[in-house]
């Protein structure tokens, strides 16, 4: 009798060392699952980043850029007009005031908008030359390249402006570097997206919104003529960068008043991070490639 009780108890041991096991090895797969599942997530994100400024372009890479690039320009627009009284990205009111002001003698006040002015077209000839340079060389960095210049100018911007706002030469050297900024990122995007969009000012898009509303609002009586149709995709595209930019501009506002020239830290690292999977892959695949022999 007391071997059958003892042969009982050593099968339910047997049991319950087996469930215990069991139980054990389920908790470390649901670990590995998860962990699995945070990997994959997290190399997804990291992919998804790295795509964004990508010379390998997609619609959703272009409509994910263009939305965050406009809210970087509505954002250094809002701000920079707090920090200096004048925005930094409407070329044709600052063409315009350069005509007004010639024609009323002052030039002193033509020469301000001519240092607005230039340093937008430096900037624009600049992001086309980083973008070609990278471009005829294959690489995947090429539209990276003036994105981190940007990233470095509103770095720069950020820690300047915290120390130096009272110095005399703060306001005309800020309309500068931001004008400067401003055409750089303009141009970038027009080379990205073909011209299809436009990131540092919206009366090219609120145009163009216009435009789509006019051909949904429009009645096709006659079905023997082609219909005038609305490009949905394309209205929705300008409604999404129009909003950002207006998003932008509230952010732009808020951490200028604030942070001051702070405000451009967080920005500068949202660039930086947009540039450097593209720089990092091209900075790998150089280094892997063996070395050519010269003859």
Same mark, same amino acid.
């Given at each position: ?6 042969? %009982? ?10 469930? /215990? ?89 033509? $020469? ?8 937008? +077209? ?38 300047? %402006? ?11 050297? +800020? ?26 000012? +919206? ?32 209205? /929705? $595209?300008?409604?999404?960068? $129009?909003?950002?930019?207006? +998003? ?36 790998? /695949? ?10």
């Amino acid at each position: 009798m007391r071997n059958k009780k003892t042969s %009982g108890e050593i099968e339910r041991s047997c049991g319950k060392i087996t469930l /215990k096991g069991q139980l054990m090895t389920n908790a470390r797969q649901r670990r590995e699952t998860k962990r699995s599942l945070g990997n994959g997530l997290a190399s997804r994100y990291v992919s998804s980043v790295g795509s964004v400024a990508s010379s390998q372009r997609t619609g959703v890479a272009d409509l994910q850029l263009g939305m965050i690039l406009t809210f970087i320009a509505g954002a250094i627009n809002a701000g920079g007009f707090l920090a200096v009284g004048q925005y930094t990205s409407h070329m044709s009111g600052i063409f315009s005031s350069m005509a007004d002001h010639l024609a009323l003698g002052a030039l002193d006040l033509v $020469l301000v908008g001519f240092a607005a002015l230039a340093p937008f +077209v430096i900037g624009a000839g600049c992001s086309a030359i980083l973008i070609n340079w990278g471009r005829r060389r294959g690489l995947d960095s090429q539209y990276a390249l003036p994105l981190l210049l940007e990233a470095a100018l509103l770095l720069a911007f950020g820690l300047y %402006g915290s120390h130096s706002p009272s110095s005399r030469l703060f306001t005309p050297a +800020v309309i500068a570097w931001l004008c400067f900024i401003m055409g750089l990122q303009n141009a970038t995007v027009t080379k990205i997206s073909g011209a299809r969009m436009r990131t540092t000012h +919206v009366t090219g898009i609120i145009t163009d919104i216009g435009i789509e509303l006019g051909k949904l609002c429009y009645w096709n009586r006659d079905a023997s003529i082609p219909r005038v149709d609305a490009d949905s995709a394309k209205l /929705k $595209l300008l409604l999404l960068l $129009l909003t950002s930019f207006f +998003v932008g501009g509230i952010a732009g506002a808020v951490g200028f008043k604030w942070g001051g020239a702070l405000f451009a830290l967080p920005l500068a690292l949202t660039l930086f991070s947009l540039a450097v999977s593209s720089i990092a892959r091209d900075v790998s /695949k150089h280094r892997s490639e063996p070395p050519s022999l010269s003859p």
